[in-house]
């Protein structure tokens, strides 16, 4: 009997059993409603040496991982591009060759940095939402920007889709990859293979993308 546990099972109406491991090394298997638990764990004994690898990979990433320091030379993420944190006596933040912080605002530089961030966010998530709305011909209520930690993109039943602003970090495919993936949503409520179609049509390397944010995800903080 393996050691590993699971974190969270759950159950739907798809065919296969999936396993997945979460940004913070947990362990969650979605499986068939009709699936037996004894199905399950044999299948998980055999994907051992896999689930293992992923979850000390991740383990390692997290311990890597430390929040940021405003001060000069930190690293800042925009569109998937770092730019180094500048302290100057101006204004308003500001990209150039550096992420250009005003010395005033330092006391609250999160709340400032976080404020900015939004802003860029709704811009450029709502540029991309509307080129692929329209091209698809399917029509969302409002745009949301929120500040949620793992839940980068999600779709309401009122046709509400809402973005993280750390969605701002990662490279302009990667946005592309989660307002394609909510707006497909608008139409196709849950996972199925006819909703997997749909985005390999508009993005044939979505996997790519899902993965990505995968092996990244947990690193869009500051």
């Known amino acids: 009997m393996t050691e590993i546990s699971i974190d969270n099972l759950l159950r739907s109406k798809r065919r296969t059993i999936g396993f997945e491991i979460t940004n913070d090394a ?4 979605r499986a068939p409603i009709y699936v037996s ?3 399950i764990n044999n299948l998980l004994i055999k994907k051992a040496n896999w689930i293992l690898e992923k979850m ?5 990433r997290n311990i890597q991982y430390s929040p940021k320091q405003f001060i000069n030379g930190e690293s800042f993420y925009y569109l998937g ?8 006596d101006s204004d308003k933040i500001s990209l150039t060759d550096y992420l250009e912080f005003p010395k005033a605002l330092l006391p609250y530089a999160e709340k400032h940095i976080v ?5 860029l966010a709704y811009k450029k998530i709502k540029e991309r939402v509307d080129y692929y709305s ?24 009122k046709g509400s889709l809402n973005f993280s602003w750390r969605l701002i970090m990662t490279p302009l495919e990667i946005i592309d990859y989660v307002v394609v993936h909510e707006l497909i949503h608008l139409e196709e409520k849950n996972h199925s293979s006819k909703f997997w179609s749909k985005v390999r049509i508009l993005l044939p390397n979505y996997m ?3 993965n990505w944010l995968k092996e990244n995800g947990n690193l869009l903080n500051i």
């Open 26 to 29: 947990k362990l969650v298997v």
């Open 37 to 39: 638990l004894g199905e």
């Open 56 to 60: 000390n990979l991740v383990s390692r």
């Open 81 to 88: 591009k770092p730019y180094r944190f500048k302290v100057m």
């Open 115 to 119: 404020q900015w961030y939004k802003a």
């Open 134 to 157: 329209q091209l698809i011909g399917l029509k969302y209520t409002s745009i949301k920007i929120s500040d949620a930690t793992k839940r980068l993109g999600s779709c309401s039943s």
């Open 208 to 210: 790519k993308h899902k």
